[in-house]
């Protein structure tokens, strides 16, 4: 039985055909999720084909799962299929707007993690990319999405050919807080991040990009603020062709 | 065996506690979900206390699963935790950006829908609040949340007392595009929707609102575009305010 305690994302894919039929019958359970207003605001562009692959790869920053894996789902925020759907109807829609970017996001998102859990269970790998958002424009262009329609997930599924070990957690208590939020201090961070920062492989981390910190790995190097900067400025324009901030 | 095609909203639920043991041990396992460079980029409240419920149900327009559900948590993108690790640590942290947003967001998202499916393996009934964007600034004043954290997704959890009808999904090839997106055509708009509008209580709806067709009902009722770009505004204010659009 699965066990989300084992859960490891998966980088490496077998040979192994994933069928269509699986895929097919993953995709329609992952639709009971909840959406707003039942409108269901997503949609779902899958790649097999590997010259899409090829083409989709420069968005990731050619990671290698992105040729290298079977199946390559992009979850979509799209409320242009309703729009659709009330002009065929003599309804005068206005979701041109971030709100509606909002809504049908969370629709994608939530969607996207049923379907990442019922694969899981049944014994597929993934691997979330986080670079969906990073290189938006690329993305619509090769998989030509319309105005409305905005890609904001992408995992790469097959079987698993590796067994990562499976990675740290912040404890519960850094994460839940009750009834009202709770201020961090000095003291409760150090008491959350120590295990972290103390794990053979983040000690490793630090060693080999010589900073003083493992925190200074996500400022310095992965993660920097002027990156995220540039990146927020480039998104929001995206945004705004795709007509989500009228 | 939990079946998710049976999933359905539960709006009211019965006197039975839900564990402290129970929600913790579903809490903790949702963080195996994958987020962001492993930073877990979200926090919960979680709110059980019924004069917090109470203070709460005005920003989902006092739906009464509010104050009504034994428990009440809301997830918040919060980048507010990681950035006191950096500044912790001697590292600089530039997260106060759109970016960075959509990324906590993204993990909080995820999070969530783990934790919901789990909680509903567990026979647990929960409702999912759209409200939580649309009434931020309240829910922000209400659980004490300081910069960088921002509330996205709110739901209702307990035991179910009802068993209300599964409702409706598209067609699973309404949603799915190979490789591409194609168009939606006037005919294939009426191959996909027809089926919803002719369910009874569609129907239903439809008559007793004096409305001319379904989808009027969310164009002139229930999210009419005037009231979505103020919202839209709104929310982009408390985005500012909360030090994610600098």
Known sequence: MYDITKRRTIRKYSAKEVSSELLHSLLQRAEQTQTMGNLQLYSVVVN????????????????????????????????????????????SPGYDNFLSFINAATDALLYCQTFCHLAEEQGLGLCFLGTTIYNAQQIIDTLQLPKLVMPVATITL??????????????????VHEETYKPYTPESIDYFYTPKEQLEENLHFVEINGTESLAQIFTDIRYKGDDCRAISQSLLDVLRKQEFLN
Chains 1, 2 share one sequence.
Request: glycine fraction near 4%; charged fraction near 30%; charge should be negative.
């Open 48 to 91: 097999r084909d590997d010259k899409m692959k090829k083409k989709l790869a420069p968005a990731h920053f050619n990671q290698p799962m992105v040729e290298g894996a079977p199946v390559v789902p992009t979850f979509c925020a799209d409320y242009n299929r309703c729009t659709e759907w009330c002009l065929n109807r003599k309804a």
């Open 158 to 175: 097959g079987w698993p050919d590796e067994e990562p070990i499976i990675s740290d957690r912040l404890p519960l208590d850094a994460i």
